[in-house]
């Protein structure tokens, strides 16, 4: 399989997923006197709809970052790809969980759990493309690796964090979920290419 193939069908996930967001909000059917109020009951639903629009939107953006150093892939990476792809699609369903149970702990930590077990995925495939370094165009060796740890610890723990608030505050996770949100969104934002190292020989 070329690099190519893989990403196409890689951003073709990313479309379907992003776009089942959408199909969790329904047009309320009530009378138009109480359209207002029905509106109002919709807003949890608009707003997992939003951030999750918005979490998927970063993973497709750090997909592409890591598919540009990508020269070549083998079976190995294919497949991470796919376990990586896999959380992704999972997305809409903790979504939908929120929008309809809003503020219970338990669809707060599938969401979380969903987020978490992404993130691993994402790194496990940086470690692999630092081990196998034929397949890149930007060697990403151990120093690389350790500037990333950081990021990927404070993200991951504060969506334990927020998972465990699920049971106590559950206001406090929604707002540790966008917390992070905004972090990824900012950085992203402020470091033009993460994987930027030495090129190789």
């Not at 959408?22 to 006197?33: D, Q, T």
């Not at 970052?65 to 796919?82: C, E, P, S, Y």
């Not at 903790?94 to 338990?106: D, E, K, N």
């Amino acid at each position: 399989m070329s690099k190519q193939r893989l990403e196409a069908f890689s951003d073709g996930v990313y479309a379907i997923a992003i776009t089942l967001l959408i199909l969790n909000i329904r047009i309320p059917e009530v009378a138009p006197a109480f359209l207002g109020s029905a509106l109002l009951q919709m807003l949890p639903q608009v707003f997992a709809y939003g951030m999750s629009f918005f979490v998927i939107a970063l993973y497709w953006f750090s997909h592409h970052r890591v598919a540009q150093q990508v020269k070549q892939i083998d079976g190995t990476f294919v497949w991470l790809n796919m376990i990586w792809l896999l959380f992704v699609t999972i997305m809409p369903f903790p979504t939908a969980l929120l929008g309809r149970y809003p503020f219970q702990p338990l669809p707060i930590a599938i969401y979380g759990a969903d987020l978490i077990l992404a993130n691993v995925t994402g790194f496990i495939i940086l470690i692999y493309m630092g081990r196998h370094p034929e397949l890149c165009f930007t060697v990403v060796d151990s120093a690389l690796l350790r500037r990333q740890v950081p990021i990927y610890a404070i993200t991951n723990g504060v969506y334990v964090l927020a998972i465990v608030c699920g049971w106590y505050l559950p206001s406090l996770s929604y707002g540790l979920y966008a917390l992070i949100l905004v972090f990824l969104a900012i950085r992203f934002s402020q470091v033009p290419d993460p994987l930027s190292g030495r090129k190789q020989d």
